[in-house]
Each structure stands twice: as C-alpha cells, then as structure tokens.
C-alpha cells in the first residue's frame, strides 16, 4: 500500500492534521517559519501547505536534541 501524499489525501482531512498539529506545536509547527514568518504554532500562510524552509529549521531543531540525556532526566 502507498504512502498518502498531500495530493490524495481529502482537503478536510489535510485542514484537520494541520490544524491538530498547530494546536500542539508538533512537527514543523513547533519552529517559526523562516519564509512566511509567523511564529510557532501559527499556519503558514500558503494555504494547505508547509513551507520547506520551516521542515528544515524543524530538522535542524530536532537534529540538536539528544535523546539519552532526556531519557536519564526523566528517571
């Protein structure tokens, strides 16, 4: 079975994923968006979309994070 993509996934349903992780800060809408500039937890403003810019300053955000010291302040 193929991965949905953003072209076959319904527009309701697309609306509802981006509005669920924007209300939670998860994903890309965790960072502001370098292109748009809105801030985090805000849409960007292309509609049904993310711009790439903020997936990368999403990736570089979480590539700084290191999972063991998190798991041992936890314990």
Do not use: Q, W
């Not at 996934?9 to 669920?20: A, H, K, N, Q, R």
């Amino acid at each position: 079975m193929p991965l949905p993509t953003a072209s076959n996934i319904p527009d309701p349903v697309l609306d509802g994923l981006y509005e669920t992780l924007r209300l939670y800060r998860h994903g890309a809408f965790g960072v502001a968006c370098p292109e748009c500039l809105v801030g985090p937890g805000e849409l960007c403003l292309a509609r049904r979309a993310v711009h790439r810019a903020r997936r990368r300053a999403y990736r570089e955000k979480l590539a700084d994070v290191e999972l063991v010291p998190l798991l041992a302040a936890a314990a």
